[in-house]
């Protein structure tokens, strides 16, 4: 009922920029909640930075704040992330994720809350 395609990912140098992007198809009322997730071997799936329709509810990791943006465009039914000042520890996975109301749920970024998924993009920093 919602396809995600995500782009954008790429390898770059400690303290470097990028864009990811995720355009949505489908129903939108099923994509109120879009963000970003990230994962790497061995761990669990991060919530890095989600927000409602609107930008009118917003959450970040910790680990992200100041660094990361997280911003929507409602018409093309899409989400961005932009990522400065990445560090190697930033590297991963990426996924874009939606979902009816999970961001309006506990912290907002628990990934089992989300019901659709892109196939991921993979961010490389290297130090």
């Known amino acids: 009922q919602v396809r995600l395609v995500e782009s954008g990912g790429g390898s770059v140098q400690a303290g470097g920029s990028l864009k990811l992007s995720c355009r949505g198809s489908?129903?939108?009322?099923?994509?109120?909640?879009m963000g970003w997730f990230r994962q790497v071997p061995g761990k669990e799936r991060e919530g890095v930075a989600v927000?409602?329709?609107?930008?009118?509810?917003?959450h970040y990791a910790d680990s992200v704040k100041g660094r990361f943006t997280i911003s929507r465009d409602n018409d093309k039914n899409a989400v961005y992330l932009q990522m400065n000042s990445l560090k190697s520890e930033d590297t991963g996975m990426y996924y874009c994720?939606?979902?009816?109301?999970?961001?309006?749920?506990?912290?907002?970024?628990?990934?089992?809350?989300?019901?659709?998924w892109g196939q991921g993009t993979q961010v490389t920093v290297s130090s």
């Open positions: 489908g129903y939108t009322y099923l994509s109120n909640c």
């Open positions: 927000a409602y329709t609107g930008g009118s509810s917003i």
């Open positions: 994720a939606a979902d009816a109301e999970a961001c309006m749920l506990g912290t907002g970024r628990d990934a089992a809350l989300f019901g659709y």
